[in-house]
């Protein structure tokens, strides 16, 4: 059914009394924060918000010297805003499903335009996979987070996790790759030949490797062009 009275769409589509921790879904493309300090979150992504919150750009120094230069660097689109105050803020990402995962001493590594959102309690930093640097126009970028605090992520459409397992590697499309553990470190494989070269290849000419013990998350959708 799409077709409503208008009291019966405010009543459908307003915003539920629940209980959430910091992080919780309204839906599953919109990010509910209940907010009594602060949190990181992508630039552009608020939609609404109740209360007193202001917001602040990442400042070029906030995060040390060092990570400044890697963003200068890998000139990375995901720049970071700071929420403050109190109040209860929404963020979405063009649509874009949301998983909160609650790290609790865990490291995961993110797709950089791919994070939402995190708590301040996160620490974070950029990595460049420098192997595929000549392979893919720019390389890849990612971001790394661990401690204990709320992650937000985001996927086009449903998310796949697929476990690593010794002896039994799992290998992925790199714009369809989302998110791996931590600890992992691809490696990438090329299928490149005389066909590649002449366009006739079947397009899977890269794809990332990981071996040992953890998780990858892919997505139903291939981010940018191969």
Do not use: C
């Amino acid at each position: 059914m799409s077709e409503y009275s208008i009291q019966e769409f405010i009543q459908k589509t307003m915003n539920k009394e629940k209980q959430y921790d910091t992080f919780g879904l309204e839906t599953e493309r919109i990010l509910r924060v209940e907010l009594d300090d602060l949190i990181w979150s992508k630039m552009g992504s608020m939609i609404a918000y109740e209360g007193d919150i202001r917001f602040e750009r990442e400042g070029m120094l906030e995060h040390g010297a060092n990570r400044m230069f890697k963003k200068a660097f890998t000139n990375e689109g995901n720049e970071l805003m700071k929420a403050k105050g109190n109040g209860i803020l929404y963020l979405s990402d063009q649509g874009k499903k949301i998983t909160i995962l609650d790290l609790l001493g865990d490291k995961i590594t993110v797709n950089g335009d791919d994070v939402l959102a995190f708590e301040p309690s996160v620490d974070w930093d950029i990595h460049m996979m420098r192997k595929v640097a000549g392979m893919m126009s720019g390389g890849l970028f990612n971001i790394g987070l661990e401690g204990r605090g709320k992650v937000a992520i985001t996927t086009h459409y449903e998310p796949l996790t697929l476990l690593v397992e010794p002896g039994k590697p799992v290998f992925t499309d790199p714009s369809a790759t989302v998110a791996w553990s931590g600890h992992l470190e691809p490696k990438f494989k090329t299928d490149m030949n005389y066909r590649t070269f002449l366009g006739r290849g079947s397009g899977e000419s890269i794809q990332m490797a990981f071996e040992g013990n953890g998780f990858v998350i892919v997505q139903p959708y291939f981010e940018g062009t191969k």
